[in-house]
């Protein structure tokens, strides 16, 4: 997998007009993009379209969670869609995402089944608040990650900080999807848990969500081209192109 399909542009805009306007001012740069539950809502779904008509790769970041039945009914629609990816999220339970697995993979056996750990806005002080526990951050992503696989999964939402130990723990082929990812060049808004692309790569991270370092620069192109630069840079330093 080359540098440039690593790269998820997180298409975080409240119109779809203006992620269509990106997506156009991309053109060829990028090739791989998340809609999350802002753009889809406003959207009536109607970026998800508009993305597979351009033959662009597509993250659905909807994060589905509710009892097992809900969820997976939910997750039929996503697999119906043909999107590279969609999530769930994994505080939902092993059970819940068996489920999902064994309805989604009925109607698509391609798409990759994503499931979130710990959000990476969330600091350790806030996770301590939230879930009233001293596990810290990397323990409970540990611990998700693993009901993830164990349910059939094929990767995981996680912050690139414990990428390297899921990895290790769960072998190469389960997939990790890291936003918390910010170029040395941007600014590091609201997210706590962050890391540069190369350091992202050369830390076990599959696919890197990018969104605001591209998507509110004055040049959208030459930091989208920046941040595949700083992808591959990480590949060829690990070995791992």
């Known amino acids: 997998m080359n540098a440039k399909d690593r790269l998820i542009i997180a298409l975080d805009f409240p119109t779809m007009d203006k992620a269509v306007e990106l997506v156009e001012k991309l053109g060829d740069t990028a090739s791989f993009y998340k809609v999350g539950l802002e753009l889809f809502l406003n959207s009536k779904g109607k970026m998800v379209e508009y993305l597979a008509e351009k033959g662009k790769k597509i993250f659905l970041d909807l994060k589905f969670h509710d009892i097992p039945n809900t969820t997976a009914m939910a997750s039929v629609f996503a697999a119906k869609e043909n999107v590279f990816m969609f999530n769930v999220h994994a505080s939902g339970g092993k059970k819940m995402m068996a489920k999902v697995v064994e309805e989604a993979k009925k109607i698509n056996d391609k798409s990759l089944l994503i ?127």
Request: charged share 30%; hydrophobic share 40%; glycine share 6%.
């Open 115 to 241: 499931a979130v750990t710990i959000l990476t806005s969330l600091s350790e002080e806030e996770v301590k608040e939230t879930f009233m526990t001293e596990v810290s951050i990397k323990e409970l992503a540990m611990n998700l990650a693993r009901l993830t696989k164990e349910a059939g999964m094929d990767g995981v939402v996680c912050s690139p900080w414990e990428a390297k130990y899921i990895k290790e723990a769960l072998g190469k082929e389960f997939k990790t999807v890291c936003p918390g990812v910010r170029p040395a060049w941007s600014a590091t808004n609201d997210q706590t848990r962050i890391m540069t692309p190369k350091d992202a790569m050369l830390n076990g991270c599959d696919f890197l969500v990018v969104g605001r370092p591209i998507t509110k620069n004055e040049d959208p192109v030459n930091a989208t081209k920046m941040v595949i630069a700083e992808i591959e840079e990480g590949l060829k330093e690990g070995n791992l192109c």
